[in-house]
């Protein structure tokens, strides 16, 4: 179970990474590996929340970086909140990149009208 990752600088201002207290909840509950290391933020970017779809997609185009450690691995990435895809697609493209066998995604919560 992979966390979505958070920039650094984002990281710090906040105090932690909710999708990565999520994930080690989960990860533990079911007794599934934990990684946070498989995937980061290379750019802190603007918050998704106020944008309009496209713009959540031009958002984080290229921000994502997968390691080589995803190569042949099944892979849940878990978020907190769902809400157009972009940042799910962003991070699943950089991970089939490094040649992730499979990804799911999972979501705590999914936002409706967008």
Known sequence: MVPMPMHSHKLKERGYNQAELLTKLLSNYFKIS???DIISALYDRPSQTKLAKVQRQKNVAGVFLAEKEAKNRKIILVDDIFTTGATARACSQALKEKSAAQITVL????????
């Open 34 to 36: 934990f990684r946070n």
């Open 107 to 114: 979501t705590l919560s999914k936002t409706f009208g967008e």
